[in-house]
């Protein structure tokens, strides 16, 4: 029975990236993602190494039995080593004769070609197919290929030829020769293989290697093939045709049966798509196939422990000028050996029987809890099953099974996971904006903080000096005759007035942490304001007052500051005269107050500017660039917010600007940004 403590393949979860790659090329459905983890689930391994292959990460490791050759060498038994007939593919840049030379200096006691193992077992089919002329068979020689049908397929089974591998046939075949104690060890391109030695009753097969394994072991033991002056031979007894074995339909060629096509009685198969899919419709498209000879690979040079690079092509006519030249480099005695093996063997056992080792996935879902398991992907309708396989089943509906049986997670959905993403970046983008207005906002109630301080002191400084000097002015004013002397005193009265101007802004400024709420009526305010301050000549003021409650709790002085502000830049943004309307609307919780002007508007430019103090467009004497500043302080202190419109390109429409207040009907709880306490 297979050991699951040692397993075949395991994954390196530091390394796997969680491509899905092996997923997708695992034809057994053995790997198991779930919370972001990969790992092989062993009883459903059939150890084709096609996750091997796939991964660009090296994240699968095969188990490594070095280490276990190693031991048995250091045994004292006989070990006889038994190399793959595809070695010719792998070591390309050591001869035949060296490597022979090389295993032996391990230690290995006898070195053996499998290809001996491969006339027998063809021998056996040759056998099979005669005498059973109604029966119909599946090749054995694949033990991935086994391992699915015994797994995934069992009803099958019937069909497996009942025929042992040529690795088992040659380990028979030795301990007829060597006698029944004798030790071997594998070498080939197959991981499956690996499982096979301990998967037969008998064990017949102490160690498999890999090639990629033997290498490991001439590196450990510092053999290099530099070392060896003489080209060493294969021990007997030597291999016939069988070298021919690991290429596709090598077996019918070994066993001279004809591939007749146009029959369809032999069918050769090989490859990860089409050995399953071959497979799956053996007993049903297949109704006239008598042997269906399936290879798991791409040819058995193909195996996931093969090191080489080359292609399949150059590792093929390796093997076969292999075979062609050592063929013909035999002695007339070795010749006369081959021939005779066939009779030599005749009695050695090469049968084997199998058991089922059925897979499922347990019971299988309802179609709601599929459903659900779609819905979960983001998946509502037909429209949205991608079946793009990127989550590495075939169909969103696999995939959903996959999940059900505990084999997926949902997040390898990857057009579901970017929409996710998507979502979550646009989230993202909205978060930061908003920091980016607050980090504004904090700047600039920083900048008003200060300024504040600044304002009040030079108020405090400046204002009882300049009230006196305006007293002197204006006495001497009155009591002046001199014409040209009144002009000069005047000049200082009028400048002096402007000083003062600028004083009470300032001090208005400093002020704006009070805030002395009361219920106050806004439309009232703003007509009082209206009133007192009567429209420039051609501008057009209109109320549009829709406000259902008209009352909120604000401090009315303040305001009055605000809405004066915002009315005369209104009135001086229309030297030419234009419509000056003022919009009242509410909710439960808020009144807005919205100034619109079509004046000659605010350059982009300017509009980052407009709330910083002293900035002013106007011209000297005009303006003192503080009107907007203290507003924003008002507005900032009742927790509300002020915002501006504006185009200034006639290109785009119409100019004007709209300075828009909302307040809150009553003072919320809790601090708001950029509110100044005393
Ligand atoms: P002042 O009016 O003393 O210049 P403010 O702080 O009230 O200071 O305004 C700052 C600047 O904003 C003004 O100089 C002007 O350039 C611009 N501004 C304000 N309101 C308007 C408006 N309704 N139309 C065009 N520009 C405006």
Redesign the pocket.
Known sequence: MPTWDNPLITIVTDKCRMCYACVRECPAKAIQVVDGQARVIQPRCIGCGNCLRVCSQNAKQVRDDTEKAFALLDSGAHVAAMVAPSFPAEFIDISPGRLVAMIRALGFDSVHEVALGADLVAREYRKLLDENPESRYISTPCPAVVSYVRKYHPRLMPYLAPVVSPMVAMARVLRHDLGPDIKTVFMGPCVAKKRASIDTTHREVEAVLTFAELRTMFDKRGVKPEAFTEDDDFDPPYAGVGMVFPISGGLLQTADIKEDLLSGEVVVAEGRGDFIETISEFDVTHADTRLLDILACQGCYAGAGMTTNETMLQRRTRVSNYAKNRLASYSEEQAAEVEGAEERYRDLDLSRAYRSDEQTLGDSATWDELQEILHRMGKFTAEDLLNCGACGYDTCLDHARAVYAGLADSEMCLPHTIEQLRTAYDALEESHRSLEEAKEALERSGKLASMGQLAAGIAHEVNNPLGTLLLHANLLLEECEDSETKSDLETIVDQGNRCKRIISGLLNFSRQSRVLRQPTDVAELVDRIIRTAPAASGVTVKIDNRLSDPVADIDPDQMVQVMT?LYS??QQ?MPDGGDLSIELTDDPETVTIKVS?T????SED?MTK?FTPF????AVGM???????VSHGIVKMHKGQITAESNADRRQGPTG?TFTVTLPRHEPKGPVMGERRE
Request: no cysteine.
């Open positions: 502000n830049n209104a943004a002007d004046g000659y508007g605010i300017n407009l900035f002013s467009t106007k303006g003192t660039g503080l009107g907007l500043a600007t």
